[in-house]
């Protein structure tokens, strides 16, 4: 008898179902409330948040001092709010679909192996553009961040990269927690070490040097950096030299996911960490 071929459909095929599905499957808690308080609520509850504990800190100061620091702390966290829909709602598609039970049917299809992965970014990817303009929009009408028309082109490219990137790492981590039992114990640290070595409420100089070294080798540090630089409208030598490391920051992450992934698969495969939930 013949061997019966097994139907494969094409990358970009798979790519968009893969898009178009995630969200009501392995990205099923993305319920349209939830994307909605992502964008909407989170950043300027999380702006408010460190804008009142700067201005507590800063008692005895002048006012334009204050102001400044509310201004420097409200742009960074503007843009750190890019975690909440880039690297927790990726990441826990690996928690969704052990739940689910349907991570070792996945494991065993046909289909392309990285469009699968990386169809389930885009939604991630445009909830994060839409994540970090509505807090610049916040940090420019609420809080004083003087955003110039002029710096609008440059900006956006910067929010895109810093969005690609965040999303790879949200990956990054998602192919982590294959081996491990969940991913929302992977999620919280970032989310917290963003917060503190990625220059969001202060300067990253302040920081000791080991630890200086700890915050550039994130993607966010090098998106937050990029994007105070387009709000203050940098030379383009500049942009170019930041645009550059986003990207490399993007390209490490999604490249590190991949290799990743396939590593923790065969070890999870082994030690039968692939259902446990």
Do not use: C
């Not at 620091?69 to 690996?94: C, E, K, M, P, R």
């Amino acid at each position: 008898m013949s061997a019966v071929a097994v139907p494969r459909t094409s990358f970009w095929r798979t790519f968009w179902t893969n898009a178009v599905f995630s969200p009501r499957t392995s990205l099923g808690f993305m319920r349209i409330d939830f994307i909605l308080g992502t964008i909407f609520v989170i950043p300027l509850t999380q702006m408010v948040f460190f804008a009142f504990v700067v201005k507590l800190g800063s008692a005895g100061e002048s006012a334009s001092a204050i102001a400044s620091a509310i201004a420097y702390t409200a742009l960074g966290n503007a843009v750190a709010t890019v975690t909440y829909s880039s690297v927790f709602s990726v990441a826990q598609t690996t928690d969704s679909e052990k739940f689910q039970g349907t991570m070792e049917h996945l494991l065993v299809s046909p289909a392309n192996r990285l469009a699968l992965y990386f169809g389930r970014g885009l939604v991630p990817i445009l909830t994060s553009l839409a994540t970090v303009t509505v807090g610049l929009l916040y940090a420019s009408t609420l809080f004083g961040v003087a955003i110039a028309p002029s710096s609008v082109p440059s900006l956006a490219v910067s929010v895109i990269l810093t969005a690609v990137a965040m999303v790879g790492f949200g990956l990054l981590l998602g192919g982590v927690a294959l081996y491990l039992r969940t991913s929302i114990i992977l999620g919280n640290v970032f989310l917290f070490v963003g917060l503190l070595f990625s220059g969001v409420n202060f300067p990253l100089s302040q920081l000791p040097v080991p630890l200086q070294y700890v915050g550039y080798g994130l993607p966010l540090t090098w998106g937050v950096a990029a994007i105070r630089a387009s709000v203050s409208a940098a030379p383009l030598p500049s942009l170019l030299e930041l645009w550059g490391a986003v990207g490399l920051a993007a390209g490490i992450t999604l490249t590190l996911a991949i290799v990743l992934w396939e590593v923790f698969e065969r070890r999870a495969l082994s030690t039968g960490s692939i259902a446990r939930f």
